[in-house]
Every structure is written in structure tokens, then in C-alpha cells.
């Protein structure tokens, strides 16, 4: 299973998206940007966090500080 098959995993049409407690991801922020919803996740092994969005094609782009390094969370 790759990363964006568990990142589907997040998100249920029907539903508010939840993070899932014990798995690599968790939601850590969303925000509707021109009608779309767009979606922050911080990998817990690594501390990169990604913007998303919800639905069967969910690529993961990291968030990068001004030196164009990945933005890193401590959990």
C-alpha cells in the first residue's frame, strides 16, 4: 500500500474527514481555497507536513519554508 492509498483513508464523502489515530498521517488543518477543499497532513514518522484534498486522486505536496526545505512538525 502506498502513501496515498492510506491517505484515502482519511477522507469519506458522507463524513467530515477524521484523522485515524494509529496510522502514519493525521489531519492537521483544512481550508476551502476557491470553492475546493484543501487539506493539511503531517506525517508522524517523518514530521512533513502536505496539503491534499479529499477524493479517490489525492496527491501529497509538501509544504516547503522559504530556503525550499519541508516545513517539519514535532508530535
Request: charged share 25%.
Amino acid at each position: 500500500m502506498g502513501i496515498t492509498d492510506s491517505i484515502k483513508d482519511f477522507f469519506d464523502p458522507q463524513e467530515e474527514a477524521v484523522p485515524d489515530e494509529k496510522g502514519r498521517f493525521v489531519l492537521t488543518g483544512r481550508q476551502s481555497l476557491g470553492g475546493m477543499l484543501i487539506c493539511t497532513v503531517t506525517d508522524r514518522e517523518t514530521g512533513v507536513s502536505y496539503i491534499t484534498k479529499p477524493g479517490a486522486d489525492c496527491p501529497l505536496t509538501p509544504l516547503l519554508d522559504a530556503d525550499g526545505k519541508p516545513l517539519i512538525s514535532r508530535f
